[in-house]
Each structure stands twice: as structure tokens, then as C-alpha cells.
């Protein structure tokens, strides 16, 4: 895989935040059906803002649904995240492409909320729901049917411009226009952009790999995965 840019894969979470951090879009959609490569396929990533205060679940934002629950969804995926300040790069990359907030298939579209500096284990309040972040966003084919380009996988995971997942630890309801109240951090401290690179290319950086296997909000597979990259001492 090519490198991922370095501007995403260098800083460590530091806990001095900026203090705007913000919502600035809530975004959902329901499985319609899309044909690819001449096959009907069913997706989700078509999200369209909506106002007001919108319900938060465990598994799900209101009127937000997941195509294939074997992929996505889930407790550990209940929100995706995308920041804002990626657009102006795809704005650049995708010319002539309509990007309206919800365009990358994201419920939270934010500011203040970089992939190098928020952690795994990052934990947040937003109106009268409470998150923890849990992981980088791996896209599917389904990216590609989004933009009509099948190279956009690709594209997207070479930027290192993934987002992040959210599994909700309260219930609640959020508005668009409200900020991110930090309330917790893992001890660990590996950024969204870290266990990007780490799945990419960086297998060297032992002590990071050891460090992302055992956090405790990364869910499970990725843990075993960075387990198994772990060199075995010589006997």
C-alpha cells in the first residue's frame, strides 16, 4: 500500500485540545438500491443532513440505518465521524464532484476533530450523549459506487484521511451546532492516524503496535490483527 501522507501519521494525542471542537452536520440515510457493475447492490452511504435534535442509540443515529451488518454497524460503529476540514482537499482531488456535508457517508460532520490527534479511547459528550471513539474507518467497495470511481478506496486510505468510528456509552440527543466536551482519554494514547499507519505500512514501530493491541476501545479483530504483527523475541 503507498505511504500514508505523513501530515496524518506523526503526532501523539498531547490533551491540549482545542476548545472548538464542533458539530456541524448531522447526517443519515436508509438502504436504497444501487446498481454496480451492471449487479443491484444495497448501500447506505448516501446521508443527507437533517436539523433539529436527532436520538441517539446504541447502535444508530434516528432515521439512520446499515446496509450489510456484516460490515458495518454494530455497537462498535454505531457513529461515523468525517471532518470537515478533509473537504477542501477532496474538493481539490475530485473536481467538478458535489460535496455537500454527508458526502464521505458520515453522521457527524465536525470541526476541531483531526485523525492526529484524537485517540483511541478518546471519550466525548455532545448534547445529552456521551461517545467513545473506537476506530479508523477501512472503506469498502461501496466508497467507490458513492463517487462512481472504482480507485476511490484506494484513494481514500492513501490520503489517510479515514475518520472515525464512535460506539455511544450514553444514549441521548444531539443538534448540529453543538460542541465536543473531552471527558476522558485512554492512558495509552494512540491516535486515529497511528493505527492507520500501523495497519498500512509501520509493522517496525513494535512499541506502537504493542501499545494499540492492548486498547482497550479498539474492538477486538484489530487488536488480534496488531497482536500477530508483534515480532517474537529470539529464542
Known amino acids: ?29 436508509l438502504p436504497r438500491e444501487v446498481e454496480w457493475r451492471g449487479k ?17 442509540t ?32 477532496w474538493r481539490e482531488e475530485l473536481p467538478g464532484m458535489k460535496l455537500s456535508w454527508g458526502a464521505f457517508g458520515e453522521n457527524f460532520t465536525t470541526e476541531g476533530l483531526l485523525e492526529s ?20 474507518r477501512m472503506p469498502c467497495f461501496k466508497l467507490g459506487i458513492r463517487f462512481g470511481r472504482a480507485d476511490m478506496v484506494k484513494h481514500f486510505l492513501r490520503s489517510g484521511r479515514t475518520g472515525f468510528y464512535l460506539a455511544v456509552l450514553l444514549g441521548g440527543e444531539v443538534a448540529a451546532g453543538e460542541s465536543f466536551e473531552l471527558i476522558g482519554q485512554s492512558e495509552l494514547a494512540v491516535t486515529v ?5 500501523l495497519y498500512a505500512a509501520d509493522a517496525a514501530n513494535q512499541d506502537l503496535l504493542r501499545r494499540a493491541s492492548e486498547l482497550p476501545a479498539l474492538p477486538k479483530g484489530w487488536r488480534e490483527y496488531f497482536r500477530k504483527r508483534l515480532w517474537e523475541p529470539d529464542a
Not at 439512520?64 to 465521524?81: C, I, M, N, T
Request: aromatic fraction near 10%; charged fraction near 20%; include cysteine.
Open 58 to 89: 446504541k447502535l444508530n443515529l434516528e432515521g439512520d440505518r446499515q446496509s450489510d451488518l456484516s460490515v458495518h454497524g454494530g455497537p462498535e460503529k454505531a457513529v461515523y465521524v468525517y471532518p470537515s476540514e478533509h473537504y477542501a482537499f
Open 117 to 136: 490527534t484524537v485517540c483511541i479511547g478518546d471519550r466525548f459528550r455532545v448534547g445529552s450523549a456521551e461517545f467513545v471513539v473506537t476506530q479508523p
Open 193 to 197: 492516524a497511528e493505527v492507520v499507519s
Open 40 to 56: 443491484a447492490v444495497y448501500t447506505s452511504i448516501f446521508k443527507t443532513p437533517v436539523p433539529g435534535r436527532v436520538r441517539v
Open 1 to 29: 500500500m503507498d505511504k500514508i501522507e505523513a501530515l496524518f501519521i506523526a503526532p501523539a494525542c498531547s490533551g491540549n485540545w482545542d476548545s472548538s471542537m464542533n458539530l456541524l452536520s448531522i447526517n443519515v440515510g
